[in-house]
């Protein structure tokens, strides 16, 4: 007897799908199963439902003071089922942090920043004392279900006179620890992107990948990409979305689109501000965003579930199949009309809604 069994579901291409859940894994995924259940989950053919949402860029360790959040409020209460902390604490104090996400409902996982005590300020980089490759070891040793890669900010307002150094440690940590997984925060220069994307390889994830700033993609003067990130994003670099508070821009979005450049991964880099106040809110909006650029729901839906799983060796998540952790989640896609506004003021009308209605976690039902 299964403990769960989800009915008359539909995939986004409009299949008809049933799931069979039991001791929070995924047992069977088929047009119809009949068999008998502990309870039973009737969507009578009205709701959509996926792999669970995975949000790879937030920030939620609920003491920091500068960008903080607490994961059952951008997780399971907006149809997120995982979290990536992308960097939120360093080797200092994410011990503490994995203590605090025990007691959550939501799954968290977290970057460790190469800053010893992550961003306690906005300039964590700035002092390369702070950078310390044997404590990030010793908590990579420490938290191997935990720790899912590492986090450098490289802007200039993080890394202070240091310009790319810290990449280039970030870099050595990174060879040094098996190639585990790299996110690099962009902004403002220096360090030039250029210089930035000359580092990454094939893998590396930048995020914030389509900011508005004059060190970003666009070329504002010939409004075109730049040729040196087309060839970062051929060469397989990752480009997360990283949206934030100022780093997501509707028009340089539309002009990578436009010359073939498509985000690898959608996140919010969502803490409680911009969750509150906008424009984040949440990954849905940010999903919402993606869609009245161009993309297709099913690509908009891969790129929030199977994209983050693989990169961040998430193996058991990211895909609705037997044998993969019983995190689902259940939308509804909606008419009506709805004003998205970028991190920069613009704005876009959207006629497309996408819903959470219910998010299933380790195979617990949960209301959005």
């Known amino acids: 007897m299964f403990d769960l069994l989800i009915k008359n579901g539909k995939l986004i291409n409009e299949e008809k799908v049933e799931v069979a859940i039991k001791d929070g894994v995924i047992l069977n ?142 870099k050595d940590i990174q060879r040094e620890n098996g190639g585990l997984p790299l996110m690099i925060h962009i902004g403002s220069a220096p360090p030039e992107l250029q210089e930035v994307l000359a580092l990454l390889a094939e893998g590396d994830v930048l995020t914030h990948c389509f900011n508005g700033k004059p060190n970003g993609i666009l070329d504002k003067d010939t409004d075109r990409i730049k040729d040196f990130a087309k060839a970062a994003y051929e060469k397989g670099i990752v480009f997360d979305i990283g949206h934030g508070t100022d780093s997501f821009n509707f028009h340089v979005a539309e002009t990578a689109l436009k010359e073939g450049i498509k985000a690898t991964s959608i996140s919010t880099d969502i803490y409680h501000r911009n969750r509150e106040n906008g424009p984040v809110y949440d990954l849905a909006t940010t999903m919402e965003k993606l869609r009245v650029v161009g993309y297709s729901w099913e690509e908009i839906l891969d790129k929030v579930t199977a994209v983050p799983a693989e990169y961040f060796h998430l193996e058991k998540k990211g895909r609705l199949a037997a044998g993969f952790d019983a995190d689902l989640t259940i939308f509804d896609l909606a008419e009506g009309e709805k004003t998205l506004i970028d991190s920069n003021g613009f704005t876009r009308v959207t006629n497309e809604l996408i819903k959470p209605v219910k998010t299933i976690i380790g195979g617990a039902m949960y209301d959005n």
């Open 29 to 170: 995924v088929d047009t119809v199963i009949e068999s008998s259940a502990k309870e039973v989950l009737d969507l009578a053919g009205e709701h959509y439902l996926s792999a669970g949402w995975i949000d790879d860029h937030v920030h939620c360790y609920e003491k920091m003071t500068l960008y903080y959040d607490f994961p059952d409020e951008i997780g399971v209460t907006k149809g997120v089922t995982t979290v990536i902390d992308a960097g939120t604490t360093g080797a200092e104090n994410i011990s503490d942090f994995y203590e605090l996400t025990k007691g959550v409902k939501t799954n968290v996982y977290a970057l460790v920043n190469i800053s010893k005590w992550g961003i306690v300020e906005q300039d964590e980089l700035a002092d390369l004392t702070k950078i310390q490759a044997k404590l990030v070891r010793d908590r990579l040793a420490e938290l191997p279900q935990f720790i899912v890669g590492i986090k450098a900010r490289m802007s200039k307002t993080v890394v202070g006179e240091n310009g790319i150094t810290p990449l280039e440690l970030a």
